[in-house]
């Protein structure tokens, strides 16, 4: 009787995660006079790929994939190379428990003060720099977010790192570089990739700091989204299939890398 | 070769160890806070940008008077706190439950896991527009659903209530898998045979929960209900494209608040004050979270 009612739960609780995507999904291929009849269309009549041909077509959508897809790969790229380096600089330094314990603050600082603090702020630097409305002024924004994130996710994996692996080396006069490039790296390499599908995906689903400074001409993937709902009122076609583009990525990741993302997203609250 | 003695080395890498920090250094001191310093000038600051593209001087703490003073913000106020509260309540319960349900590595309950992660893999702002198309009064599937079993549904996102009911019910869709994976990896730390001496001693499963198990839970119970306050409070995105503050001004959030006074009505000076206001509250939480971390129970 007990798993009986266990297992209603738990297929109630699926429903409840699955229902909405399929409905999703199902909304991206329903004409268009479907969208508003009572009862909802649940099982279309006729299946169309009109809304994902109108994203194909428009050259507006195209540009804010591109854009998605450069910014995730510079935000990527840049904080992972700065990130780990730092991480293995500060392991490194033989700094004190206070001062770690005071970095460590920082970090959590970071991660959790209102963003929207310093969105203004830095929407008149990029305005005075002349960045307003390019990928790079998203791409600099998101780097103050990862850089720390991936900067802290690394320190612990080489504080955990047994220091006999680097000693041998010492021994033979290997430099800092070479121990780090030759020895270290290609142990921590797998918890890299960790950081890396981690940045993407935060990178892919930021919307505060890109929809502050580029609505436009750089406008990405997430500032798209939430456009479609217009002052000509919504667009439900567009609006599902766009969704649709943007979450596929992130879900197949998450059937993929599940592991890494997990940690990286419960980072912080669960130790290690 | 000539071995040198590994205390040269420890001096002799410490410049490299410098130099390996601060291209990282430079970014975050850069894009997080010389604009956090820039916020705190702009928050003693009179200026909007409709009325001049230059700051218009030094008023002290006015902005933060007029901001408290304020309808919109005491209700942004408000709202935060119906929202974050329900919202991260509703999640603690259900994520607890859920961990505990979903023990056991089988493939199916592999899969079930899998599955319940979904939502919290989803940006945001499409679990918004997502939640926009189900809750549509007339055509969308929820009220449907509800029609099927006799209720008539409400009009979930142009009445006031419901609206805020609306956010939370899709804050908890996507945060609650955050909790059940944070608990679930405790529970699953607890040390068997303590569960075993307890049965044992004829404990029953709720008594053995209420007496073992919880008291070990509540640290990281209690880390994971700041975490996610502070998330919750935080967001900006599933707001911005579920209601857009609407209807009215009856789903502002903080965050939303601040970002429409400077963003939107470009007035500088107001939403940095305000968000000071909002940092205050933040920083005491963050802190929290800190001494939560640091503290062996």
Sequence with gaps: MYSVIHGIVLAVAC??????????IINSIKLPREFLTIPPTILPTEVTFEHYQDLIDDKKTVRYFQNSLTVSVWTTGVTILTGT????????????????????????????????????????????????????????????????????????????????????????GASVWQRFSRVVLPIVMPSVSAAAILTAFLSWNEFLIASSVARRKASVLS??????????????????????????????????AQKYLIRGITFGAVKG | MLRKPATWHRRHDVPWLIAFVLPAFFIVVAVQFYPLAYSAALAVQEWSLTKSQEPEGFVGLENFVEELGDETFRRSVRNSVLITGGAVILEMILGVCLAYLTMGSSWRMRAVRTTLILPMVIAPVAAGTLWRILLNYRAG?????????????????????????????????????????????????????????????????????????????????????????????????????????????????????????????FNFGAAAASSWIFMAFASVSIALVFWFQRKDW
């Design chain 1, 223 to 256: 500032i798209a989204v939430a456009s479609f709902v217009s002052d000509k009122g919504i667009q439900w076609g567009p609006m599902a299939a766009m969704s649709v583009v943007m979450i596929v990525p992130m879900i197949v990741f998450a059937l993929f």
């Design chain 1, 85 to 172: 380096l730092a991480a293995y600089g500060l392991a490194r330094m033989r700094l004190s428990a206070k001062i770690l314990a005071l970095v460590t603050f920082i970090f959590l600082f970071i991660r959790f003060y209102p963003r929207v603090t310093t969105v203004i702020p830095f929407f008149l630097v990029m305005r005075q720099l002349d960045l307003l409305d390019t990928v790079w002024a998203i791409i600099i924004g998101q780097l103050g977010i990862t850089i720390p994130f991936v900067t802290w996710l690394m320190l612990v994996v080489f504080q955990d790192l047994p220091s006999e692996i680097e000693e041998a080396a010492i021994v033979d």
């Design chain 2, 141 to 265: 599937l929820v009220n449907h659903l509800l029609s099927l079993i006799g209720i008539q549904g409400p009009e979930w996102l142009a009445s006031p209530d419901w609206a805020i009911i609306s956010v939370i019910l899709l804050d908890t869709w996507q945060w609650t898998p955050f909790v059940l994976l944070v608990a679930g990896a405790a529970i699953a730390s607890i040390p068997g045979d303590l569960l075993e001496v307890a049965a044992i001693d004829g404990a029953s499963r709720w008594k053995t929960f209420l007496y073992i198990e919880l008291p070990l839970l509540t640290p990281l119970l209690l880390l994971t209900l700041v975490f996610r306050m502070l998330e919750s409070l935080l967001s900006l995105d599933s707001i911005y494209s579920l209601t857009f503050g609407g209807p009215g001004y009856s789903t502002y959030t903080m965050t939303f608040y601040i970002y429409t006074q400077g963003l939107r009505n």
């Design chain 1, 15 to 24: 429903l409840v995660v699955i229902v909405p995507l399929g409905y999703l």
